[in-house]
T-cell receptor, first 112, second 112 residues
Framework: ETGVTQTPRHLVMGMTNKKSLKCEQH?????MYWYKQSAKKPLELMFV???????ENNSVPSRFSPECPNSSHLFLHLHTLQPEDSALYLCASSPLRGDTQYFGPGTRLTVL | KQEVTQIPAALSVPEGENLVLNCSFTDSAIYNLQWFRQDPGKGLTSLLLIQSSQREQTSGRLNASLDKSSGRSTLYIAASQPGDSATYLCAVGNTGGFKTIFGAGTRLFVKA
């Protein structure tokens, strides 16, 4: 247990569905991250929030919409996804920028 | 644009052997470098974090070195054990520590 939890752990959705991924950290950290891990590709940084403000958006399509209501919670809202969006979505947190990142177990997303 | 390469892609060694995993990066203006471990279907576990001003970090049987001028880092694992079997990921932090670029990883198998 790293202190970072993600729900759900598995999600199957159709291309017309709307769903949300949730991440919660119990470590008192101030920075939170969303990553995408596709098969046979390196881990890709999607979004970074620091003190609840988005500080990095790595050219992610608008069908992915992040939300950080407070420093402990991070959401990734999904709508009209494509099959190529199927991947493991990982959340991480760190005390401050540049510190060690602690990862959650991930959500395995399948888009049909 | 920062690119991170890890060699080899896969490695199989007998138990007890000392081994070295390699990571190279193209832009030496890094903020920090992290080594992670990932077990199948799971999130990442941070092993070592080296700040740009440091040359190496040690934790137990693990030692990571950083040579910014040559754009290289190595992870040395002493006396390998079957429990060390996992994928090892190198990640370079840029942009004040927020933007993290990952390598594709080295998949390690330690035979009993």
């Amino acid at each position: 247990e790293t202190g970072v939890t993600q729900t759900p752990r598995h999600l199957v959705m159709g291309m017309t569905n709307k769903k949300s991924l949730k991440c919660e950290q119990h470590l008192g950290h101030n920075a939170m991250y969303w990553y995408k891990q596709s098969a046979k590709k390196p881990l890709e940084l999607m979004f970074v929030y620091s003190l609840e403000e988005r500080v990095e958006n790595n050219s992610v399509p608008s069908r992915f919409s992040p939300e950080c209501p407070n420093s402990s919670h991070l959401f990734l809202h999904l709508h009209t996804l494509q099959p190529e969006d199927s991947a493991l979505y990982l959340c991480a947190s760190s005390p401050l920028r540049g510190d060690t990142q602690y990862f959650g177990p991930g959500t395995r997303l399948t888009v049909l | 644009k920062q690119e991170v390469t890890q060699i080899p892609a896969a490695l199989s060694v007998p138990e007890g052997e000392n081994l070295v995993l390699n990571c190279s990066f193209t832009d030496s203006a890094i903020y920090n470098l992290q080594w992670f471990r990932q077990d199948p279907g799971k999130g990442l576990t941070s092993l070592l974090l080296i700040q740009s001003s440091q040359r190496e970090q040690t934790s137990g049987r693990l030692n990571a070195s950083l040579d910014k001028s040559s754009g290289r880092s190595t992870l040395y694992i002493a006396a390998s054990q079957p429990g060390d079997s996992a994928t090892y990921l190198c990640a370079v932090g840029n942009t004040g520590g927020f933007k993290t670029i990952f390598g594709a990883g080295t998949r390690l198998f330690v035979k009993a």
